[in-house]
């Protein structure tokens, strides 16, 4: 059995079940480093908020970990992080002290949203104002139907709705975003 | 093809993605109002994701966060292993009081006791009171025993295995 040592605890952690194919260092390793850094686009883009991203993304792999799911293909496991991370944002919303989060979004990341050189002004205004008012779930969909280009089904599994919803709540979010841009915009 | 729904908004929003949007899609884009709008959306989309993404915001370590699941896996397995304590422990202070109780109760009967004939002490004694305090520590004695007992097994089978 391996035997690991935590900064938490020195004492040695005995991990029983590493044998039977659970996720070692190394593994964990090459899974973070291809996985990490999209989800955390993603919780920055839904939250607007590095802290609160930061923390659901430790948090999002520590639930991973400690639940230790079966061998499963890669798309797999990201749409189960995704899945783990939605899962975990919609939390905090609940909770009662992030109960102000969604109406906070870019507070305290806004320079993300600062106008670039290269990008037209009144389309970076554009952006701003649609992600403000979209809500959180809009946002999230959003963000995994046309950043990450799931589909309906990838969607579903990731947040745990039926992709007949997601067809129509994503209908809705797409009608509403598109009402904040200007009808020559949006040409890329 | 109608305003909500058109089987090519996938590809729509692919070529986005790609940054490569062909002349007969750019056409169909222009005479379909969904493909329009997800393009619009799209677009929108991939500016805020940029805008992100020039930031170059860096996730925490891998190692860091390993050893965070560890840590929390750790105490999840203490939370494990002391539930069953809490709960004896709770017992006992449960017997503890019903013990106290008794004990007071006992008290003024041996008060009273001194008014009335010796064989009225005996069978107050004889109660069901009695057996029943007695009963109760016999059974708690035997859970607790019985629970460390299986405590025991489960560390040991746990260390045990390779």
């Not at chain 1, 920055?44 to 590095?50: L, S």
């Not at chain 2, 939370?79 to 006992?92: D, E």
């Not at chain 2, 109660?127 to 859970?143: D, E």
Request: glycine share 6%; proline share 3%; with cysteine.
């Amino acid at each position: 059995m391996a035997v690991h040592t935590t900064d938490a605890c020195e004492a040695p952690i005995l991990w029983k079940d590493e044998s039977a194919g659970a996720m070692d260092e190394q593994r964990f390793q090459t899974l973070y480093d291809a996985t990490a850094r999209p989800i955390l686009a993603y919780l920055i883009g839904v939250t607007g908020r590095r802290d609160v991203a930061d923390d659901v993304l430790q948090e999002t792999y520590c639930r991973f970990l400690v639940r230790q799911p079966g061998a499963m293909e890669e798309n797999e496991t990201r749409r189960y992080l995704f899945r783990i991370a939605t899962n975990l944002l919609r939390d905090r919303w609940r909770s009662r002290e992030d109960a102000q989060l969604p109406e906070r979004f870019d507070e305290g990341y806004s320079e993300n949203l600062e106008v670039r050189q290269d990008d037209d002004v009144d389309t970076q205004m554009d952006v701003r104002r649609a992600m403000r008012a979209l809500k959180p779930r809009e946002r999230e969909l959003l963000w995994l139907a046309y950043v990450e280009g799931m589909s309906h089904r990838e969607i579903a599994a990731a947040t745990g709705l039926s992709a007949m919803s997601i067809r129509l709540l994503l209908f809705r979010a797409r009608g509403k975003a598109a009402g904040f841009l200007r009808p020559e915009k949006g040409r890329v | 093809m109608n305003r909500s729904r058109c089987e090519r908004e996938a590809e729509v929003v692919g070529a986005m993605r790609s940054g490569a949007v062909s002349v007969e899609l750019a056409l169909h884009m222009e005479g379909c109002a969904a493909c329009a709008e997800t393009q619009k959306v799209t677009a929108l989309m991939l500016l805020h994701a940029a805008a992100i993404q020039a930031q170059n915001p860096q996730p925490p370590t891998a190692s860091r966060v390993w050893r965070r699941a560890q840590a929390q896996r750790q105490a999840d397995a203490l939370k494990r292993a002391t539930q069953l304590l809490a709960l004896m422990r709770g017992l006992g202070v449960v017997y503890v009081a019903a013990l106290m109780v008794w004990c007071v109760r006992a008290f003024w009967h041996v008060q009273g006791a001194e008014m009335t004939p010796a064989w009225s002490s005996l069978s107050s004694l004889a109660s069901g009171t009695v057996f029943l305090g007695a009963g109760g520590a016999v059974a708690s004695i035997a859970l607790g025993a019985w629970c460390l007992l299986l405590l025991g097994k489960r560390a040991g089978s746990a260390t045990a295995s390779p």
